[in-house]
């Protein structure tokens, strides 16, 4: 009996001394009271009475989110700020023996270089500038927390909270900058549309201008075609007038016709072109000679005819 208590025993006591590390933990050995290894990942077994796990450490990236630390512009204006510092640690000795609590440490850090930056910005320069900021946070504590044996990935400024007073005024320079751009907006708007109406209006004129000229184009076109017809009309008027003439004259010299006939002919033509309307006629004498002979002719004629 008292062999099987004794068999326990030991077990449990070589049980005691393996340890199996987590995978992204190290865990930090000291044998009797000074550094002796630090175990990665897997199966260790401690030496007995000797050695023992002094610290275990997370080597996964954390994060640490600060209260509000109060700081002040350039411009003497104090805000609070609140910031979150995302970290991993790349040596665990260092991390272990070179810092006393690294947590608060890094906390202490952060304030103090936040105060820094944001002491060389004015307000408007510091809430318009956060990239920045981040950069030079993260910069800066990453140089100084290298002997720590921790890395700073990322520094991020959570919130920026002015002073009442300052976000009012902000608040009102917003309304009046919203309602200045409105106005721009309002104001070109109306610009545009009678900028529009104007050139319509051109349009419009320039079009009737054109309709105008084309038609007095058309009608002058249309009254030189009337009139190019009207003299063809009478072209062709006088041109049958003259054949007509022509075949007259051509029939009496073919019907033989002598010259009192040719006479008489030409005074009906002269007949013709007084039109009862002319006071006097210039007749050449040859034809006035024939004509005295035609009269004698017309009283034989008369004296000879029966009396009734």
């Known amino acids: 009996m008292i062999f099987f208590v004794i068999v326990i025993i030991l077990l449990a006591f070589l049980a005691s001394c393996i340890r199996v590390v987590p995978q992204s933990y190290a865990y930090m050995v000291e044998r009797l009271g000074t550094y002796q290894s630090t175990w990665g990942a897997g199966l260790h077994i401690l030496m007995p009475f000797m050695d023992k796990v002094a610290k275990r450490v997370n080597l996964k990236e954390q994060v640490c989110d600060f209260p509000p630390q109060p700081v002040i512009t350039k411009d003497n204006v104090t805000m609070q700020i609140d910031s979150v510092v995302f970290f991993m640690i790349t040596d665990p ?34 809430l318009t500038s956060r990239e920045t900021i981040n950069t030079q946070m993260r910069s800066a504590l990453d140089i100084a927390t290298d002997p720590w044996g921790i890395k700073v990935t990322r520094v991020e400024l959570k919130n920026i909270n002015p002073p009442a007073a300052i976000r009012d005024a902000m608040e009102k320079q917003m309304k009046a900058e919203r309602e200045r751009r409105e106005a721009i907006l309002r104001a070109e708007g109306e ?58 004259i051509r029939y009496v010299k073919e019907a033989g016709a002598d010259k009192a006939v040719l006479t008489l002919k030409s005074l009906e033509a002269f007949e013709k072109a007084a039109n009862g309307q002319a006071t006097k006629l210039i007749i050449p004498s040859d034809i006035q000679g024939i004509a005295g002979l035609a009269s004698s002719l017309k009283e034989v004629v008369a004296g000879d005819a029966p009396k009734a």
Do not use: C, F
């Not at 070179?98 to 890094?106: K, Q, W």
């Not at 249309?222 to 062709?236: L, P, S």
């Open 191 to 248: 610009k545009k549309a009678t900028i529009l109406v104007a050139e319509g209006k051109k349009e419009s004129q320039i079009l009737e201008a054109e309709a105008k000229k084309q038609a007095t184009i058309l009608a002058a076109e249309a009254q030189k075609e009337k009139e190019i017809r009207e003299a063809e009309g009478h072209a062709q008027a006088i041109r049958s007038v003259q054949e007509a003439n022509a075949d007259g």
């Open 93 to 126: 000795k260092l991390y272990t023996y070179r810092v006393e609590n690294p947590l608060m440490a890094i906390e202490t850090l952060t304030a103090t270089t936040l105060r820094n930056i944001i002491g060389e910005m004015e307000l408007d320069q510091t």
